[in-house]
């Protein structure tokens, strides 16, 4: 059974840095795309980076050049590197695992981790 589950919000000043980790169990990475969204109040769910099966990333253009997703080799975890935090990135961050050529709505979703920039 494919599962995740995040870790790693927080307050953050304007400028500085959090990493997300997003801990998976039952997951072939080269089937499935690993994906980290965000939800703000009051609007809706958005990508912010995906990993996939053959080691591509994307990008929100809004985190380009300041957000990182890895996931080293034989780990089961997928990071993501925030830097240079801004107010508008505070939200509640979700990971997601897709698998290849299945229905979006069988992705599986963890429990969220809220992310606060905030000076």
């Known amino acids: 059974q494919v599962q995740v589950a995040e870790s790693g919000g927080g307050l953050v000043q304007p400028g500085g840095s959090l990493r997300l980790s997003c801990l998976t169990s039952?997951?072939?990475?080269?089937?499935?795309?690993v994906a980290w969204y965000r939800q703000a109040p009051g609007k809706q769910r958005e990508l912010v980076a995906e990993?996939?099966?053959?080691?591509?990333?994307k990008y929100a253009d809004t985190v380009l050049a300041r957000f990182i997703i890895s996931r080293a080799n034989g780990e089961s975890t997928v990071s993501l590197q925030m830097n240079d935090l801004r107010p508008e990135d505070t939200a509640v961050y979700y990971c997601?695992?897709?698998?290849?050529?299945?229905?979006?709505?069988?992705?599986?979703w963890g429990q969220g981790t809220q992310v606060t920039v905030s000076s």
């Open positions: 039952g997951i072939q990475f080269s089937l499935y795309t």
């Open positions: 997601s695992a897709h698998r290849i050529y299945t229905d979006p709505q069988m992705d599986v």
């Open positions: 990993l996939r099966g053959d080691g591509t990333t």
